[in-house]
């Protein structure tokens, strides 16, 4: 699994074949029906490869604390293996790091007093801002410490008019995107920040968390 992870995160999925898998292995691709039915189950061993790398939710942890670990924890997996995006909510066969990670979530979210629906409305609201966020992260044409200042300068030297054309861009690439330390990656903790806090004021409304739990992400 971990070497067709490997070719999707060099070639990206739809270049993903079991001939090529087998060349990358030195093997015959029939031998590869020893270890995988067909693509979909190579496929669905691949997602569950992702999930394996996603921190597993601790029982007992505050609930703040659970969510933006997972987050933050399948961002830097889903980095890794954006392809994962597209298929790991399609899969009808997941595998028991899939089945054991989603578990232990909800676990943890009920432990801590969400109602089904309330743990189901957070970990869909947290996994589509991670996936969202992360297919416009790896599409940016950002260097390798993750700045866009680079591709900002040069679409201004390209539009020398841009400022007089477009006054509200010029003036946000001029006093954010170039200013020094500024990197687009800083943007996810703060929209993660809203959500929990989002989240919060929802249960605070269904009464469904106990006080003492309530208020513990930092400011």
């Known amino acids: 699994m971990r070497a067709a992870a490997g070719l999707a995160d060099r070639d990206g999925l739809a270049s993903l074949s079991m001939r090529k898998l087998a060349g990358k292995l030195g093997i015959e691709a029939m031998s590869l029906y020893h270890h995988?039915?067909?693509?979909?189950?190579?496929?669905?061993?691949?997602?569950?490869?992702?999930?394996?790398?996603?921190?597993?939710?601790?029982?007992?942890?505050?609930?703040?604390?659970?969510?933006?670990d997972r987050a933050e924890s399948a961002r830097t997996a889903?980095?890794?293996?954006?392809?994962?995006?597209s298929i790991m909510d399609s899969r009808t066969s997941p595998g028991p790091a899939t089945l054991r990670h989603q578990d232990a979530a909800i676990g943890c979210l009920r432990g801590a007093g969400?109602?089904?629906?309330?743990?189901?409305?957070?970990?869909?609201?947290?996994d589509s801002y991670v996936h969202?966020?992360?297919?416009?992260?790896?599409?940016?044409?950002?260097?390798?410490?993750?700045?866009?200042?680079a591709a900002t300068q040069d679409i201004l030297q390209q539009q020398p008019m841009l400022s007089n054309a477009f006054p509200h861009l010029a003036e946000m690439a001029a006093q954010l995107i170039l200013q020094p330390g500024y990197a687009y990656s800083n943007e996810f903790p703060f929209g993660l920040r809203i959500i929990l806090r989002g989240?919060?004021?929802a249960l605070v409304e269904a009464g469904e968390v106990p006080p003492q739990t309530l208020g513990m992400y930092p400011s």
């Open 36 to 68: 995988v039915k067909n693509k979909d189950d190579l496929l669905d061993g691949m997602v569950d490869l992702v999930f394996s790398e996603i921190n597993l939710p601790i029982a007992g942890q505050d609930w703040q604390a659970v969510l933006q």
């Open 78 to 85: 889903l980095t890794r293996h954006p392809w994962a995006i």
């Open 114 to 126: 969400f109602s089904i629906a309330m743990a189901a409305h957070a970990m869909s609201l947290i």
């Open 132 to 149: 969202g966020f992360v297919l416009q992260e790896v599409s940016l044409p950002l260097d390798d410490t993750g700045d866009i200042a």
């Open 199 to 201: 989240l919060e004021a």
